[in-house]
């Protein structure tokens, strides 16, 4: 299951998507998570989901990639969805247990937090399969710049954080190795109860803590060897440039936008 996680890793390609400017890519990507929670009709989900398809379309991503990442959250779809069910109390009532009930009102609320997330997840996905590690690090520092003059750190912070996004394919991969090794020597991380299951995850975090700590040391040796000083004075051997791709790209998700932002006060369905 850990292998189907692909959050964090780069899908080289030469489609459209990957050509694009990554500081357009970061905020349109910002704004869709934004606007697909203020969308409220169906009509709005439908220009959603499209606006992914298309992306995905753009971008030559296998579909299979992007929905590799939905297994290792189906456990927590599912209490979602469970959760969103009956919380809803209002509509008619479909089923009724002791002090719970569910409502076709409840389901639909259900299914549109689903719907919500699962775009979520696909378009998040496809940023990170779509730009590169030192792209994204420089989309992040470039959209930061400003708040460098109040003493923010723009730089460190967009190192950090295109890190972060780095070592967590490196991260799961040595988990599963140490999952594989444990279980040889006769862990077991399957069977007992909640505080069972727990202590049996200890013999795998501290291996885990050990190993991610080891890597960041390396890490920072590696960056001082090569004389690293943080961001100021550095120069970029590839400027980011803005191209037509990126104007054609905003363009349709103005549109789209707008579509899902219309929906709200056009009922069509």
């Known amino acids: 299951m850990l292998n189907d996680i692909t959050f964090g890793q780069y899908y080289p390609s030469n489609s459209f998507v990957h050509k694009m400017d990554p500081r357009f890519k970061l905020v349109l990507t910002v704004a869709y998570?934004?606007?697909?929670?203020?969308?409220?009709?169906?009509?709005?989900?439908?220009?959603?989901?499209?606006f992914v398809l298309v992306s995905?379309?753009?971008?030559?991503?296998?579909?299979?990639?992007?929905?590799?990442?939905?297994?290792?959250?189906?456990?927590?779809?599912?209490?979602?969805?469970v959760m969103n069910a009956f919380i809803n109390s209002t509509g008619n009532v479909l089923v009724k247990f002791w002090i719970f009930k569910v409502t076709d009102a409840g389901i639909i609320r259900a299914v549109v937090m689903l719907l919500r997330l699962v775009m979520l997840i696909f378009f998040t996905g496809l940023l990170t399969l779509t730009t590169s590690p030192i792209s994204l690090t420089f989309g992040i520092e470039s959209l930061f710049k400003p708040l460098s003059k109040i003493g923010f750190p723009a730089h460190e912070m967009a190192m950090m954080?295109?890190?972060?996004?780095?070592?967590?394919?490196?991260?799961?991969?040595?988990?599963?190795?140490?999952?594989?090794?444990?279980?040889a020597r006769g862990a077991d991380f399957d069977t007992g109860n909640l505080v069972q299951k727990?202590?049996?995850m200890l013999p795998l975090l501290i291996p885990l803590?050990?190993?991610a700590f080891r890597r960041a040391e390396e890490l920072a040796l590696a960056?001082?060897?090569?004389c690293y000083r943080g961001g100021e004075g550095r120069t970029r051997m590839t400027p980011l440039k803005v191209t037509k791709n990126d104007f054609i790209a905003t363009a349709f998700a103005i549109v789209m936008f707008a579509l899902m932002i219309g929906t709200n006060y056009v009922k069509i369905f």
């Open 198 to 200: 727990a202590k049996s």
């Open 56 to 81: 995905i379309a753009a971008s030559r991503v296998p579909i299979k990639l992007l929905a590799k990442n939905l297994k290792p959250l189906l456990p927590v779809l599912i209490i979602m969805f």
């Open 161 to 183: 954080m295109t890190i972060a996004l780095r070592f967590i394919p490196t991260l799961i991969e040595e988990t599963d190795k140490i999952m594989k090794a444990q279980m």
């Open 209 to 211: 803590f050990v190993s």
């Open 223 to 226: 960056m001082t060897a090569r």
């Open 33 to 50: 998570i934004v606007l697909l929670f203020v969308a409220d009709t169906f009509a709005g989900y439908a220009v959603s989901a499209a």
